[in-house]
């Protein structure tokens, strides 16, 4: 998924990093203790706030810059593995 680029870089940067956070956010309904979570965003202000709240959930995380993207282009990806059930009740 991805949302509609606006061509407003912080715009756009923003709406990735929502969407990414909404995924994490229904992490705890879909990944199994070990589940890997791979986002595709833009680096910029609000990556730092999406890496800690990956790696309070996942036992490894890193940043991936594929070969394939140019040099010039902000596009990361958030890789996440080895998932540890959030800090809290779980509900059913």
Known sequence: ?????TGI???????????????LDVA??????????????????QSLGLRKRLAEQFQNTRTVKPRASRKESSE???LATQ????????ED
């Open 83 to 90: 998932y540890r059930r959030a800090k809290g009740p779980v």
């Open 28 to 45: 705890p309904d879909i990944l199994h203790p070990g589940g890997t979570f791979l986002c595709k965003t833009w680096a910029g202000s």
């Open 1 to 5: 998924m991805a949302p509609n680029a």
């Open 9 to 23: 870089r912080s715009l756009d940067h923003d709406r990735l990093i929502s969407l990414c956070s909404s995924l």
């Open 76 to 78: 990361v990806y958030l």
